[in-house]
C-alpha cells in the first residue's frame, strides 16, 4: 500500500481508476495523497481553494460506492475546478477580487457531472474534488498575470507563464498535484496552456457541455474541457462532463452522450491531416516548427497523409475574437454591480457612485479594458461598423473551415506562436492577442480542438501541438492523438526532468 501511495501522482486518471476499482487504494488515501502533494507545492499559486474536509468526506463517499459495488469508472479519482465554474462546497472567485469570498449555491453542471451528480438528474461520476484552480480575472488572458491572486507558475520553469486563462489547471496537472483538471476555452484557454505545460487537453464542439454555472466571459464561445496528462484521460473526463443540459443551458447541444474512448486505438492508415499554409508560415518560432513537423512526421508514420490546406482568413481571427468576445463580455459583466454578488465598495455617495466605486475597484486593468471595447463596438453608431462586420467574417472562417474539411478529416498545426514566455515578459496586452492566432479560428467556427505535447523548444519548455476537427468528432481527434501517444513518449515527460527536476 505504502510502495503505492508513494508514486500516485505518476498515475494517470486510466490507471489511478483501476487501482480503485481493484481495491488496491483507497479513494481517501488517494485524496490524502493529492491534498499533501498540493500543501507541499503553493511555489506555482495554482489553487484558490481548498476545503480538506469536503474533500475527505467525497473520498470516503466514493469509497463506500467502491464496497457497495456500484462505482462507475471515475469514481474517487481526484480532480480539480478551474475556479470559474461555481461550486457549492468551495469558494468561487473566477480570479477576480470582484467574487471574492462568493459561495454559490449550487454547482455548475459540469462539476456536478463529474461528482455527486445533477440534482435530480443522472448520478455523477464520483470523482473527489481536491480544490479550485487559479485563472485570469473572468477567464481573460493568455498567461495567467490577470488574476487578482497573483499569477501562476510555470512547473517546467518558475520564472515563466505557464498560459492562460487556465493557467492554474495547467499547471496543477504538469506538477502532479491533480490527476487532471477542468478548463474553459473561449479562446483557446484549454489548449494554450495546455500547450505551455506539456499536458494533453480538449475543448470539445460548442454546445457539448453545458455552461450552466461557468461563470460567463464571452457566451457564444465559452466552453468547458479536461486537461489531463494523455488523451485517454481527456477521453474519460469529456465522457463525464458532456450532455445535453435543456433546462440550464439553452445553447446545449441535444445530442447523446457519448463514450469517446470507444475509438480511442482505432487505425489511422490512410487518415488525412491538412496543414494550414497560414498556421506554418512567419511568425511561427522555429523550435515550435521543429516539434510540429517532427510530430506530423511520427503521424505519416502511423499511416496518416498530410495535405496541404488554407485557412485563408487566419489573421482576421485576432480583430474578429477582439470585438466579439469583449461585446459579450461587457454584457456579461454588467451583473457585476455590488448589489447581486460578491465585492460592494466600502464608501459611496448614492447608488449611481456605489455602482462606478464597485466596478472600479473590483475588476482589474484587462477586464476594464474589454468593458470599455465591449460597449464601444456595441454602441449606436458603431455597431454595424464593428460589431456586425465580426459576425460576418466570423461566419465566413467558420465556412473556410468546412472548406477544408472536404479535403481533410483532421487539421494539425502549433497551438501557439512559441514556447511559454516569461511571467511579465509582454509589457502590452496586444503582444498577449497576437499570440491567440492559432486558436482563434477554431473556437470562432465552434469546432473541437485539442492539444498534445510533442517536444521541447527553447528553454526546454514543452511544444504542444493543436488538432482540430469537424463538429461533434471528438472522438476522432482523441483517437488521433491516443495513437500519436501510444507511438511517442512526450507526454510522460515530467517537469521532475527537467533542469529544475524538484518536483518529484
Ligand atoms: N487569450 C484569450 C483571451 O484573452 C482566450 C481566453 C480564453 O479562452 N478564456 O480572451
Known sequence: MTQISSDLHDLTVAQLATLLRERKVSALETAEHFLARVAAHTEFGAFLDLQTDVTLAQARAADARLAAGNAGPLNGVPLAHKDIFVTRDFATTAGSKMLKGYQSPFDATVVAKLGAGVPGGAIGAGMVTLGKLNCDEFAMGSANENSAYGPVKNPWDLSCTPGGSSGGSAAAVAARLTPAATGTDTGGSIRQPASFCGVTGIKPTYGRASRYGMVAFASSLDQAGPLARSAEDCALLLSAMCGPDPDRDATSL???????????????????????????????????????????????????????????????????????????????????????????????????????????????????????????????????????????????????????????????????????????????????????????????????????????????????????????????????????????????????????????
Not at 470562432?444 to 527553447?458: C, I, R, Y
Not at 463538429?471 to 521532475?496: C, I, M
Open 254 to 504: 441535444d445530442v447523446p452522450t457519448e463514450d469517446f474512448t470507444r475509438n480511442l486505438t482505432a487505425d489511422l492508415t490512410g487518415l488525412r491531416i491538412g496543414i494550414p499554409a497560414e498556421f506554418i508560415g512567419e511568425g511561427l518560432a522555429s523550435d515550435v516548427r521543429a516539434a510540429v513537423d517532427a510530430a506530423l512526421k511520427e503521424f505519416e508514420r502511423l499511416g496518416a497523409k498530410l495535405v496541404p490546406i488554407s485557412l485563408p482568413r487566419t489573421e482576421l481571427s485576432i480583430p474578429v475574437y477582439y470585438i466579439i468576445a469583449p461585446a459579450e463580455a461587457s454584457s456579461n459583466l454588467s451583473r457585476f454591480d455590488g448589489v447581486k454578488f460578491g465585492f460592494r465598495a466600502k464608501q459611496y455617495t448614492d447608488l449611481n457612485d456605489m455602482y462606478l466605486q464597485t466596478r472600479a475597484q473590483g475588476f482589474g486593468d484587462e477586464v476594464k479594458r474589454r468593458i470599455m471595447i465591449g460597449t464601444y463596438v456595441l454602441s449606436h453608431g458603431y455597431y454595424d461598423a464593428y460589431y456586425l462586420q465580426a459576425q460576418k467574417i466570423r461566419r465566413m472562417i467558420a465556412d473556410d473551415f468546412q472548406q477544408a474539411f472536404k479535403l481533410c478529416d483532421v487539421i494539425a498545426g502549433p497551438v501557439a506562436p512559441t514556447v511559454a514566455w516569461k511571467l511579465g515578459g509582454h509589457s502590452d496586452p496586444l503582444t498577449d492577442y497576437l499570440a491567440d492566432i492559432f486558436t482563434l479560428p477554431g473556437s470562432l467556427a465552434g469546432l473541437p480542438g485539442m492539444s498534445l505535447p510533442v517536444g521541447f523548444g527553447a528553454g526546454k519548455m514543452p511544444v504542444g501541438m493543436q488538432l482540430i476537427s469537424n463538429y461533434l468528432t471528438e472522438s476522432r481527434l482523441l483517437n488521433v492523438a491516443h495513437r500519436f501517444q501510444q507511438a511517442t513518449d512526450w507526454h510522460t515527460a515530467k517537469p521532475a526532468d527537467s533542469a529544475q527536476g524538484i518536483y518529484r
